[in-house]
């Protein structure tokens, strides 16, 4: 909850709350929590869960400032997370392929944006996907009907090269966890988009 909001208070505009190996209910008390945080720090700064739409929905109809779900290519289908979550909620989608931006576009109504990655090879997620590098990024921009977003071993670094791209946003983890200033690391890399935007 610290780091994220310090994030949050460094101006990131959205906060994933993501736990793999953990139950659904301690899910919704890590997000109650993250997402109260987040608010208190930077009301503008939207939480999303990750994958579990039930668990979204849950915190949504429970009054928490959760705003939406990030779900993956094997989680409910987006029509399904709308349907649950209503048009308010913020819906976003996994991609990392030409063939996966193209499928986004035929649920382009329904999801608010894409992530696509990875960037480089990580080890926070293996997706299988060969990375696609900065050469990759123009083209499916071009091609997605829906915002992208840039992910996998993102950097602050990375910032203004990736922005020049016409992505939409970044998603970085790593970078952000382990910052000794989550805060001024996140200022850091709004800087670096700025500047290649």
Excluded: W
């Excluded at 700064?45 to 979204?56: N, S």
């Excluded at 926070?124 to 990375?131: L, Q, V, Y």
């Amino acid at each position: 909850m610290r780091i994220a909001a310090a994030a949050a208070r460094g101006g990131a505009g959205v906060v994933q709350v993501r736990s793999k190996p953990i139950s659904a209910r301690d899910l919704y008390c890590l997000g109650r929590d993250v997402a109260r945080a987040v608010a208190k720090a930077n009301p503008e700064t939207r939480v999303l869960i990750d994958d579990r739409v039930d668990v979204a929905a849950a915190l949504r109809h429970a009054g928490e400032p959760v705003h939406g779900v990030h779900v993956g290519q094997d989680d409910l289908p987006v029509a399904a997370a709308r349907a649950l979550l209503g048009p308010d909620a913020i819906i976003g989608l996994t991609t990392g392929t030409r063939e996966l931006v193209e499928s986004a576009n035929d649920v382009a109504d329904v999801i608010d944006y894409i992530g696509c990655g990875p960037f480089r090879a990580t080890p926070t997620k293996d997706s299988g996907r060969t990375p696609l590098g900065l050469h990759a990024y123009p083209e499916l921009v071009k091609l997605s009907r829906v915002p992208l977003v840039a992910i996998g071993d993102v950097t602050a670094e990375d910032a203004a090269d990736l922005a020049a791209t016409g992505v939409a946003g970044l998603a970085v983890v790593r970078g952000i966890m382990h910052a000794a200033d989550p805060e001024a690391y996140c200022r850091e890399l709004l800087s670096g988009f700025d500047e290649g935007a």
